[in-house]
């Protein structure tokens, strides 16, 4: 089984160059090896198919067909096991009975991709395979929902939106316009989608002022929840389902523990935003208002840029030398990712100072004392030499 090819695409992924006006690591390239989609033209189109039969005779078949998952992916169903089809119908949950609803793709794959205790999943097995397998699936899955939006515009009552009000009234030939496609915000990712997310941030900041807390929190793979759960000989970056289940159920206690045990004290309202890295790895953005304002006095009690005190909190202390050390860089290893033109682009070492003062350019410089006036000194032990590190710049939000 093949799929026609109407156009040959190039795709260059160069990490030194910006188009102009752009963020300066928007196209980084990727750091991991990692499996990644590309739908060209229209997206709600059918696939072109191809089967090539024992007589030689070509048949052309829908992704939808339930013969499409073993025929693509021969490894995983060796049996030749069906796959989905649009006619499954739901069951009732208490009776078993089947309904008049169907199941849609987003369930079905969800089903087929869950773990189970006591049954062996052999999608989850398959590494870069099993990548390939839900990248297919989910385009899938979009294409499904793309038709439905087409297809049932007038369901979705699109003549009422404004812009084709508009169009239609600023053009005396109708049939110029073309056929519109409105998504409406319940579609993720569509504009209507995104503008309502920006219209809530402004709401907050226009009703209550800056926010308090801007906190970046990232995933770290090896956390024990992800790999207790990693199948024998797998990374991280095989199960992107573990990956991302743990990673919400994180982000969940976390906001949790700031909105509701009050650590820094009655919060107002919030909201965050989720990203996932270049190298296959997800964070957030958490902004957090409270009832009561920061004062510059409480600054240091609830930011911290030094090395914590082993003395005092061992596992804090661990936690930092682990995963928020910078170098080394600068004269002491020239090659690091970091180096541009013999300078560190993170600004790295940082200049000491006894307390928190704000920037010309509005960033704070946040209190880094040296070992004299109490600060905390580690030894880092890299590969080719060692380094003495005192009160290097990190940035990390004390929630105890």
Known sequence: MH??????????????????GEHIRRFNAPVVDDVAGIM????????????????????????????YDALQYPLIFWKGQDGYCINIKQRDTVSGAETNKNVSSKDYYAYRLMIRRGLDNVILRCRELCQQFMVDMYAKIESERLRYLRYNQQKLRAEE????????????????????????????????????????????VREYGRPCL??????????????SLLLPGQNAIHRHDITARVFRQKLKSLISFITKSHVFGPTRCWMYSVEWQKRGLPHAHILVWFIDKIRPEEIDSIISAEIPDPSTDQ?????VTTNMIHGPCGTLNSSSPCMADGKCTKNFPKDFTNDTVTNVDGYPIYRRRNPENGGQSFIKISSTQTLILTIVGWCHIRLC
Not at 179 to 197: A, D, F, K, T, W
Not at 214 to 227: D, G, H
Not at 315 to 319: E, N, Q, R, S
């Open 3 to 20: 799929q026609l090819q109407s156009d040959n695409h190039a795709i260059v992924i160069n990490p030194d160059k910006t188009p102009a």
């Open 40 to 67: 060209v033209g229209d997206c709600t189109a059918a696939r072109e198919i191809v089967i090539r039969r024992r007589n030689n005779n070509l048949q052309f078949i829908a992704d939808t067909h339930r013969s």
């Open 161 to 204: 939106y404004i812009h084709l009000r508009d169009a239609i009234n600023n053009n005396a030939d109708v049939a110029e316009i073309g056929n519109h496609v409105i998504l409406p915000s319940s579609y993720v990712g569509s504009p209507r989608h995104m503008q309502e997310y920006i219209q809530d941030a402004l709401t907050f």
């Open 214 to 227: 801007f906190i970046t929190f990232t995933c770290n793979p090896k956390w024990p929840e992800i790999t």
């Open 315 to 319: 596992l804090l202390f661990d936690i």
